[in-house]
């Protein structure tokens, strides 16, 4: 049973399409959040969501929305793809914001590729 | 601003030796966390150990050890015994406390040589 899951594992589109990644947690956790790894491995943060509330937003293009319906589930929604977007995208959760710092359970990524 | 360096794009070790990997970090903030991860090819981020900066007791956990350095703003990795299962990337990161997320290093690659 999956702790954290994301779908779909990949995803190849063309430039200017628009795509959705949705991530469930099934630990009970309040915090979930949203990191970008880039071709070079870096990873870095773009949102999170407390008890589906919004408490991060990094500098990120208006053209990735975030939702969360409840607290279980954070999606990623992308609209006019870019060439730049493609990247593994990750989701992760926390029991509670604070609860970050005894680790992050992750998703397995979503490998987007712009073509 | 926190930063965290890893200066070692690119590690290697014996099968059964010692490696230690390394990390460095600046924050002006008392209290925070450091973590280091796996990655393997498989994707999927491991958690490996973690370290709280008020401890100054290094976190171990099984072969993985830390060399928390509070002072120097330092956090290696040394991982004993190796096997052919820790090749992966390695990341480090840094959570303030209260700042709610992580600033992660850019890795370094450990191959482990049969």
Redesign the interface.
Known sequence: DTAVSQTPKYLVTQMGNDKSIKCEQNLGHDTMYWYKQDSKKFLKIMFSYNNKELIINETVPNRFSPKSPDKAHLNLHINSLELGDSAVYFCASSQSLSGGSYGYTFGSGTRLTVV | AQTVTQSQPEMSVQEAETVTLSCTYDTSESDY?L?WYK?PP??????VI?Q?AYKQQNATENRFSVNFQKAAKSFSLKISDSQLGDAA?Y?CAY?G??T???I?G??TRLKVLA
């Open positions: 966390y973590f990655q498989s994707r999927q981020m491991i958690l973690r709280e990337m990341f959570s406390s209260g709610y997320k992580y992660f850019t890795g």
